[in-house]
């Protein structure tokens, strides 16, 4: 088997949960804040059939947790919450973010800062060496290998 | 429109781009060195019509860049070049390995380095501040933001 056709190769996992249709502009609302059926919904346009199923995979897959909630006079309903893996993915988000402000300009004013919690300062996503030194994403090489191999 | 509809957010304008089942593995291939048709088709195993499809959707968009070959004794072919907008994907490939090496274990001793093409030191993806200050991911958040709004 050619090493690139690994189906457990971590991009190709992470695709898994995270590659169809919506599902990352799913994870998007939910990192701003959206945690209803009827929120998710509103944002997004898309079929409710559709929503449910990305909704039970990320549910499925650990990044989205069920939580029960009950609004004064109605019934029990469920919410969506990021859970530790599914806040994590704010690192495929910020590279889409940055890599879509960068290479497809746009009219639109819309943006998602990535800021730090406690300083609100603004964030950029970098490639950093072991001993913090910044490196230029054109200057950044992806290497296949095997751990462990000789 | 909520702003979460607007189809020029950024994060959407980069899903129309890689959004596509398969498009982040071609660019994960290029990255790694491929350039030919048959060497997508090989290490992927995908149908060949649909290799074609995303190949074109992806010279479309400005990632990858058509270029003519010929080995010795055959006619013209062309091969698939990454072009800076599509080597700047590694940022996007690297959240995705990052994230799967962090929340999805394997067994698999496959991956995929990102390293200094000067130095060769090995590389991760951080969230940095201006002033040049690494923050954790788990504490970063996400603002949705208007540019120029009051």
Chains 1, 2 share one sequence.
Not at 25 to 38: H, K, Q
């Amino acid at each position: 088997m050619p090493l690139g056709k690994d189906p457990n190769c971590p991009i190709a996992l992470s695709l898994e949960v995270v590659g169809e249709k919506w599902s990352l502009l799913i994870i998007r609302e939910a990192s701003t804040g959206a945690t209803r059926f009827s929120e998710f919904q509103a944002a997004l346009g898309i079929a409710k059939n559709v929503l449910a199923e990305r909704l039970s995979t990320l549910v499925e897959y650990g990044v989205l947790d069920r939580q029960p909630y009950r609004d004064s006079g109605e019934r029990e309903r469920e919410e969506y919450v990021l859970t530790p893996a599914g806040r994590e993915l704010r690192l495929v988000l910020g590279a889409l973010s940055q890599w879509g402000s960068r290479n497809r300009p746009t009219e639109s004013r819309l943006r998602h800062n990535f800021v730090d919690t406690r300083s609100g300062d603004i964030l950029a996503l970098r490639y950093v060496s072991e001993s913090g030194r910044v490196v230029k994403t054109d200057a950044v090489d992806v290497k296949l290998v095997l751990l462990g191999a000789g």
